[in-house]
Each structure stands twice: as structure tokens, then as C-alpha cells.
Nanobody
């Protein structure tokens, strides 16, 4: 079955960096677009970044453009989110996502807290 396992979250000071990873299994990773979303309490989950199957094309939410970079390693079935110049408003649970077989799959999420 499809499994997505996020890691790399934690507590970081404003201006700091974190790199999130999402290890995928149960589907042909290299043929699917992957995305990162985030969610804070009381708000809807929002798209942060997406990357096409080959990694050639990416897209970002306006609030993170220029600070976050999504990438993937198809040999390792892993997608990454490099987050630089972090701000307190980036605090959220970050989720990896794939739409496979007509179903949207999510990982368990990883908490990112930006605070001094």
C-alpha cells in the first residue's frame, strides 16, 4: 500500500533552515507528481510546493517562493523540502502528498516550529 513518511521537522529560530524529507513506497514514485502541504490549527491545509515526476517543473505558494525549494531523488523514492529564512508564520505541520489511483494520500506529518 502507499506509504509516505515525513521527517526532518523540529524547532528552529527565525532566519534558520530545515530540510524535510518524505520517503515514499507502494507506488511507482518516479512517475508521479509530489507535493508538500502545511496546516496550522483552525486553518485548512495549504499547498506549499509541488514537483513534477521528473523534477523538471516546480511550483510554490507565494508566501514561500524564494525561500523554499522542493526537490526529489527518484532513485531513493524521496522528495525533499529545503526551507530557508524561516519565519514564525511558517510554523505548521508539514505533510507530503501524492494523488495515486484517484485517491489522495498523506503522510503522518512533521511539526515545524519557528520561534526564538
Amino acid at each position: 500500500q502507499v506509504q509516505l513518511v515525513e521527517s526532518g521537522g523540529g524547532l528552529v529560530q527565525p532566519g534558520g533552515s530545515l530540510r524535510l524529507s518524505c520517503a515514499a513506497s507502494g507506488f511507482f514514485f518516479s512517475t508521479y507528481r509530489m507535493s508538500w502541504y502545511r496546516q496550522t490549527p483552525g486553518k485548512e491545509r495549504e499547498l506549499v510546493a509541488g514537483i513534477t515526476s521528473t523534477g523538471r517543473f516546480t511550483n510554490y505558494a507565494g508566501s514561500v517562493k524564494g525561500r523554499f525549494t522542493i526537490s526529489r531523488d527518484n532513485a531513493k523514492n524521496t522528495v525533499y523540502l529545503q526551507m530557508n529564512s524561516l519565519k514564525p508564520e511558517d510554523t505548521a505541520v508539514y505533510y507530503c502528498n501524492v494523488a495515486w489511483g484517484g485517491t489522495s494520500y498523506w503522510g503522518q506529518g512533521t511539526q515545524v516550529t519557528v520561534s526564538s
